[in-house]
């Protein structure tokens, strides 16, 4: 857990910030050890971490939670597509699932909590608080286009930023599907949206050809591409987030890049719009 949140904290996404040791949190820990040249047998002194914390549920918090329907055609007619539970709000905010939010708080009904009333949670270092997104996520000079990139590895399931030569993030990701492979090759940004609007269109989805039949879906966390949409210079291809971070290298997307929201907004502080995109 203190790794976890040790990595989570750098930029170095371990996955979800539940505890248990994955593939993800030792592919971070390589990741980050190679950024710092640090030996592979040399691990972070993370003793000093408080792996728990206690948190106030909030008005605003039960302020956010609606109601969404199930199929696309109905989803276009809502003014957002937004959480449906106080533990789905609360398990992104900190970086973990909802199964493990309800762990730490065995007998306790959290999606009946009330305001002020106090649960435990994951003591990470920045929560994802949608309330301040964008808004207080500052973004990169437009000049790290000239040194920055972005590398997306489907084999290791990691995207990494780097700047020069130094490596200054890594996030895992779904490379899309067997059926909708991620395009191999050399892109770049077309523009990085919060809260986009999403066209969902079966034909895109099931063959990959745009039809007249489609629906446009309201931002919001529970969107298909979550928070975040990063366009690259391939029409529909793009780097986002999703609704379903527990599934975040284990399920396919269609074509696209999928992250976590949380590091999907992290990644929306690194990047501008020009920024090369390397898919190998």
């Known amino acids: ?13 371990p996955g979800v910030v539940d505890g248990h040791e994955g593939e993800f949190t030792r592919k971070a820990l390589a990741l980050y050890q190679q950024s ?5 047998n040399v691990v972070p002194d ?5 792996p728990y914390t206690d948190y106030a549920v909030t008005a605003d918090d039960l302020g956010r939670l609606g109601t969404m329907a199930v199929e696309p055609v109905d989803q276009a007619q809502q003014k957002s597509l937004p959480y449906t539970r106080l533990s789905e709000l609360l398990a992104e905010r900190f970086h973990t699932t909802v199964a493990f939010v309800t762990e730490l708080n065995a007998g306790r009904s959290v999606d009946a909590l009330t305001a002020e009333e106090v649960i435990r949670v994951p003591n990470i270092q920045r929560p994802f608080r949608v309330v301040n997104y964008p808004s207080g996520y500052a973004r990169p000079p437009a000049s790290v286009v000239e040194t920055r990139r972005v590398l997306v590895d489907t084999r290791l399931r990691m995207l990494r930023v780097t700047d020069g030569s ?10 899309g599907s067997q059926e909708h492979p991620a395009p191999l090759g050399e892109w770049k940004i077309t523009g990085a949206v919060p809260w986009p609007w999403y066209r969902y269109d079966e034909g895109v989805l099931k063959r990959g050809v745009r039809t007249e039949t489609f629906y446009n879906l309201p931002p919001g966390p529970n969107s298909p591409v979550g928070v975040l949409w990063t366009g690259l210079n391939r029409p529909g291809v793009g780097i986002h987030g999703t609704s379903f971070p527990e599934t975040i290298g284990r399920a396919g997307s269609h074509g696209c890049i999928r992250l976590s929201n949380w590091d999907a907004a992290t990644f929306y502080t690194l990047v501008q719009k020009g920024m090369a995109v390397t898919i190998q």
């Open 36 to 40: 710092q040249n640090m030996p592979s």
């Open 46 to 50: 993370v003793s000093s971490i408080t």
């Open 166 to 175: 130094r490596l200054l993030a890594a996030f895992p990701l779904t490379p």
């Open 1 to 13: 857990m203190q790794l976890q949140i040790f990595l989570d904290g750098r930029n170095f996404g």
